[in-house]
């Protein structure tokens, strides 16, 4: 019967085993010396079955299970094969991984490295399991995560030791580190020098290397990412979304991330954006850039259609060719993006207008280069810019009995803008302008007038604006031939 012959099994193991004990105590007694060590004979041998003249062990046969970790595991591969069927695990990323706190200084070493392959990762295209990248994206660069940029001061700041551990009441506030910021100097076997980089190696532009994070990635602080247990600012830096620069350097407007008009030379509307993750052009595939006023509704976002061409130079239908400058074309007061200035207002109550304040958003373009791949991803948060007027005061020619100014006012913004001031002015000591109308004015909105030989000789452009004045006795007369006056052009 099976019972018989399964228990007459057991007892020869039985008898095996006990006979390998045996041997293993005479070892050790006829040594006398160390410790007792039974081998692993019959753990081997223990269990077999004859067939025939044969006698078979069935353990006896069997190599090292393909999981089962080398000695040292420096002799590990870093990183899982191509092919994804060979993948057992036996690699560094798998095993430093499982015990990624145990064996938290293989990852700080060479973190940023690492980060960039991940945040790089365009193989995996299936959309069930890019949120696990992210996550584990993220989940790695809070151990180099300190802050967001200190030079920023705005709704955005992120002291992570605020917010984290999400799961636990205890916070660190700024004294908290982050992991790998505890590692400097020779930290290893060899004295090699580990991670030196955490602290000292940022300077406040590196996307790649962060201990402050560009407030960018930040839609709202301490905010909790969808993807794992890290802030959602992590998750969106390893996601590459686009993130603009703020200006810093009006502590009135820390969103701000340009103006225009109030410089004369920038009179062109343009506004100079620099940022991260922008996406490259490549033939027609522009990304998009919208406005609106602060505060507005949300159906109020406008397109801006005239960005910069960097490659060709065009006004029009371009976007950035290095994935890190942008230049999109303000509209005018006509077309919906005024300053705070008026028709009715002095030049000195122009020049002193506070500025209307715009928000705006940058969505990347879609391009499947895969040297330049942007997905579409949108900025987040609050980015805003500031219209000021365009003011021109320049001091004119004079020769005899003339006098002429000029200004510029380009063409194609003359549709769209609304001019708010064309004449010549005292000034008192106060600062107060009061615009004063000599006689003997001549006007051109696409000219001026230039001097020769006391000749006064005009010259047509239609991107200039000029004025004449002339009388038969300008030492009689006062402004502007006693230069008591100044000439101010303005628009928004």
Known sequence: PTAIRVTVQIALMHRAVYRYVRNDDDQYNNTSSGEKKYGTEAARKGFWIRFGNEIYWPNRFFDVPAYFPPEDLDDLPDEPPMDAAEDRGRDKWAVHGFFNKGLGLYWCEDIYARLKKMRDDRTNQDPTLRPSEVATCAYLAERAYKRTDPAYAGTRTEIIGNYTPFDGPTRYGDTFEPFCAYFHGNMDETGATVVDVIREDYNGDKDEEFYYLHPGYVEVAGEQGEHGHSAKSLENWCERIPVVDFTNDDPAYPEKVGEVGRDRMNGFRWLELNGENLGRIQGTNAGGVNARPLGAADDAWEPIFDIFHGGTGAFTGGWSVDGNRLTPQIPGSLAGFPSNATGAMTPDAIKATEPAVYELSVVQPLNENWLHRSEGKATVGPYQ????????EVPGAFTGTKKAYRATYPAWL???????????????????????????????????????????????????????????NPAGFGPPFDQSVVFVFAFH
């Open 385 to 392: 810019f500031l219209v000021y007027p365009t003011v021109e």
């Open 414 to 472: 003359r549709d769209q803008t609304e001019v708010l001031a064309w004449g010549v002015y005292t000034v008192d000591g106060n600062g107060v302008y009061t615009e004063v109308f000599p006689p003997g004015e001549q006007r051109s909105n696409e000219g001026h007038w230039t001097f020769s030989g006391g000749e006064a000789t005009f010259n047509p452009d239609p991107d200039i604006v000029g004025v004449l004045y002339e009388t038969a």
